[in-house]
């Protein structure tokens, strides 16, 4: 499974509150679309970690955040989004290409500025590459 489809091109294998946000700066990214479910936090639970909210209120000095998620409720990414303070995308149906194209036109930022971080090369990883 090596076509430019399912390439990762910088997997850390680590948990997002273990990524530098100094080296994802120094390789230019300016914006981060972060998956929720198994990235932020489990799928069972609505609390988010102290780590990753720690995480995430110092990526907020170094980039702008949305949130995009495949979970279809609506209730559960938005109490997600409100406590971190970050927009979201709910149902993204990610690796189609549409709610993430949209995302990114929104936020007017160039798409070689923008990294997306998720737990499942079939969507997050496939999502990515399909918008270059």
Do not use: Q
Request: hydrophobic share 35%.
């Amino acid at each position: 499974m090596n076509n430019s489809l399912t390439k990762v091109y910088w997997d850390t294998n680590l948990p997002i509150y273990k990524i530098s946000h100094l080296d994802l700066s120094n390789e230019g990214i300016k914006c981060l679309l972060l998956d929720v479910d198994g990235t932020l936090l489990s799928k069972n639970t609505e609390i988010i970690p102290k780590t990753v909210k720690d995480w995430i209120i110092k990526a907020k000095d170094f980039f702008k955040l949305y949130l995009i998620s495949n979970n279809p409720s609506k209730k559960r990414i938005s109490k997600i989004g409100t406590e971190l303070g970050i927009d979201f995308k709910y149902r993204a149906l990610k690796p189609r290409r549409s709610s993430t194209l949209e995302i990114i036109k929104k936020l007017n930022i160039d798409k070689n500025n923008i990294a997306i971080i998720g737990d499942r090369i079939f969507t997050d990883v496939i999502v990515g590459n399909r918008c270059k």
